[in-house]
């Protein structure tokens, strides 16, 4: 992949607008309640951090690791739990963060998994990014930062290949030009 084909989606400054706008929602919503927030690695360790910079509640964070695409440039269509040890989360309030909701599927089992070993006092999920045209599940996220077409994505935690999670914008390329 040349990297010099990518194109600016949202620069570092509109996500981190968008980011504080977030922030701003969730702290009217949670009132000073604390918050479990859980990252799923990798992919959203930027958004996460950033994110919680902007919560003003007693917060705990907590890190998963799913994968459901396998280097590739499109989902493999099944959830591999690579880490998935959470604490009691019984009675708590748990926020999930995701780099970007596509299929829906890797939201959906996390959300089936929280269900199905916990009773929590609320289940948010937050993700970056929504591409709501390649949902294949009734998924919604509750919070978003920015809705998105049918472009490969890469930057700021989304990867190629496990490289170019380190920019601070998001780009894509068009998929004809991956291939």
Do not use: W
């Not at 959906?108 to 998994?113: G, I, P, S």
């Not at 929280?114 to 591409?131: P, R, V």
């Not at 472009?151 to 998929?175: A, H, P, Q, S």
């Amino acid at each position: 992949m040349n990297i010099n084909h990518l194109k600016i989606l949202f620069s570092e400054e509109q996500i981190q607008r968008r980011i504080k706008e977030l922030g701003d929602e969730m702290n009217k919503f949670y009132n000073g309640e604390e918050v479990y927030a859980i990252c799923v690695l990798k992919g959203a360790v930027m958004f996460t951090v950033d994110l919680v910079k902007h919560l003003n509640m007693p917060l705990k964070m907590e890190f998963i690791r799913l994968s459901s695409y396998n280097g590739g440039t499109s989902t493999s269509g099944k959830v591999n739990a690579v880490d998935i040890s959470l604490p009691d989360l019984n009675g708590k309030n748990v926020l999930i963060i995701e780099d970007i909701v596509d299929t829906g599927l890797t939201a959906k089992f996390l959300l089936d998994f929280l269900n199905c070993n916990f009773h929590t006092k609320s289940t948010k999920f937050c993700s970056l990014l929504d591409k709501k045209v390649s949902r294949l599940t009734d998924i919604e996220p509750d919070y978003y930062g920015f809705e998105v077409d049918d472009k490969f994505l890469i930057g700021y935690g989304l990867d190629y290949d496990g490289y170019y999670r380190n920019l601070r914008y998001i780009g894509y390329m068009e998929k004809s030009e991956l291939e």
